[in-house]
């Protein structure tokens, strides 16, 4: 199962509600904040801030012990989403100047991190601040508890059994709909329409391709929330993704990779086809994505392991800031070629719907492999390379 979407899962356990929107006019307001480390180790901290139509890193330095925010958003609300050894908290963030203090205790087991807050910031996941949400957590219990179960007891089995993946679209359907309905009742609260784009979309990515659904969301959608919610960019921006979910470019094994012009970042082109090498081993990243930072290490191995110009290792980054993507290069040696997918057009042309995603292609462009973050990777492309 890919780590991204299991890493992702857990965080629709803690959900909190905000109750009213804000009136301000999309693109004309700065968010203006502080977040302050407080027995916080900013080298395995990750902070992402999402702007209604980006989410990018905020750079810092480890000898740091605070970060300024100050960046326009063009949504109601922008969101401030820290992850710090597997933990999570995310916040709601208008242009209101904003303190955030940070705490890690590990004697608190999953409450290791916590926070204190003043200004404009709200917690987006908190279920002990909203009755809403609560009722709704108590409808969907018995059904997140199993599809919780089910992910982690059979893990990256689920992408090789027919059965196992109708019984998880099953299961996520039946979240899903106790969660539209629950919507349904607070149309007007950007909560709302926040929890549709971050978590029914989300856990969408576990059911089966089925258009049929998409097609079902996107009506959903557009009939449930009010304009000014679909105007911004946070609406226009989910209506694009559930059109491309009707009719995706979907990759398999055997499946001839599109022609997609890839440019390398001093500027050289890489074919997809007759290269030098026998493989292409393609590797959808960004700097913000732990998960894709913590399997580094096993490309480094698989890299070093595959030499005799046998497969050649291509980074390909969907930062949307080019000094984020460039720090994390350095800093985590990833000495190999990269391209810089700024605006997600390979992505996009190429079907890559969450990383990260390893593809591994011959000289023909036939994909030989693919790989969501299942951690099985290093074994599985040496028994190709080597078979």
Not at 42 to 58: A, H, Q, R
Not at 86 to 93: A, G, I, K, P, T
Not at 245 to 260: A, G, Q, R
Not at 303 to 321: A, T
Request: aromatic residues 12%.
């Amino acid at each position: 199962m890919p780590r991204i979407i299991t890493k992702w899962f857990f965080r629709i356990f803690i959900i909190s509600v905000l109750t009213s929107s804000n009136s301000s006019i999309y693109g004309q307001n700065n968010v203006d904040m502080k977040i302050n480390f407080n027995n916080v180790e900013s080298k395995d901290l990750i902070v992402n801030f999402e702007d209604g139509k980006f989410t990018e890193g905020i750079n810092f330095n480890h000898s740091d012990s605070s970060i300024i925010i100050k960046r326009p958003y063009y949504t109601i609300y922008a969101r401030v989403l820290i992850n710090y050894k597997d933990q999570y908290l995310s916040f709601f963030v208008d242009s209101i100047p904003s303190t955030l203090n940070l705490y890690y205790d590990e004697s608190k087991g999953n409450r290791a991190l916590y926070s204190k807050h003043s200004g404009s910031l709200i917690p987006i996941y908190d279920t002990t601040t909203n009755e809403f949400l609560r009722e709704l957590r108590q409808r969907q219990d018995v059904d997140l508890k199993k599809l919780s179960y089910e992910i982690e007891k059979h893990g990256s089995e689920i992408s090789k059994s027919d059965s196992l993946k109708n019984e998880i679209s099953h299961l996520a359907k039946t979240v899903n709909q106790k969660s539209l309905l629950s919507l349904k009742e607070q149309p007007d609260n950007f909560f709302s329409f926040y929890y549709f784009i971050d978590q029914v979309i989300g856990i969408s990515s576990l059911i089966e391709y089925d258009s049929n659904y998409y097609v079902m969301l996107l009506s959903y959608f557009n009939e449930t929330f009010p304009e000014k919610y679909l105007s911004s960019s946070d609406g226009r921006r989910t209506i694009d993704i559930l059109q491309k979910k009707i009719s995706p470019t979907v990759l398999k094994i055997n499946d001839v990779i599109p022609l997609t012009k890839l440019i390398d970042i001093s500027g050289k082109e890489i074919p997809l086809r007759s290269f030098k090498e026998k493989y292409l081993l393609l590797d959808f990243w960004a700097s913000w994505c732990g998960p894709c930072l913590r399997q580094i290490p096993d490309i480094k191995r698989l890299e070093n392991e595959l030499s005799n110009n046998e497969v050649k290792l291509i980074g390909i980054s969907i930062d949307r800031d080019s000094t984020a993507f460039i720090n994390a290069k350095t800093k985590k040696e990833m000495n190999w070629t990269h391209v810089f997918d700024k605006r997600n057009l390979i992505v996009d042309n190429l079907g890559i719907e969450s990383i990260p995603t390893l593809l591994l292609i011959d000289r023909n462009g036939k994909i030989l492999y693919r790989d969501n973050g299942s951690g099985n990777f290093v074994r599985e492309i040496k028994a190709i390379v080597n078979d």
